[in-house]
């Protein structure tokens, strides 16, 4: 059975920085593309970023280029996302992804889902 479980989520106020991590078990890790995923209050949830099984090729949303840093530790099970410079509009719900469809670029079509981890912004 996998699971997906983040953590790192919190309260940090515009221009601060946190880190998510997600620790994932019950599948080949090493084997599975992997990526973040947010919603926020309102709205649909939208691509982050994402990480193909080696760590070598990755994908991060224009909104998010250049202040958010998708990575893996393929020894250990765990993808992290380490965001700066954040402003209010990062408020959201982040979740972790594994497997499915990826091939580079903004598409990523994941399998299976974690439960998330709320992120706020304060301005």
């Known amino acids: 059975q996998v699971q997906l479980v983040e953590s790192g989520g919190g309260m940090v106020r515009a221009g601060g920085s946190l880190r998510l991590s997600c620790a994932a078990s019950?599948?080949?890790?090493?084997?599975?593309?992997m990526g973040w995923f947010r919603q926020a209050p309102g709205k649909g949830r939208e691509f982050v970023s994402a990480?193909?099984?080696?760590?070598?090729?990755?994908s991060h949303a224009d909104s998010v280029k250049g202040r958010f840093t998708i990575s893996r530790d393929n020894a250990n099970n765990m993808m992290y996302q380490q965001m700066s410079s954040l402003k209010p509009e990062d408020t959201a719900v982040y979740y972790c992804?594994?497997?499915?469809?990826?091939?580079?670029?903004?598409?990523?079509?994941?399998?299976?889902w974690g439960r998330g981890t709320q992120v706020t912004v304060s301005s």
């Open positions: 019950g599948m080949p890790f090493s084997r599975y593309a």
């Open positions: 990480i193909d099984w080696y760590g070598g090729t990755t």
């Open positions: 992804a594994a497997d499915g469809e990826y091939t580079g670029g903004n598409y990523y079509y994941p399998t299976y």
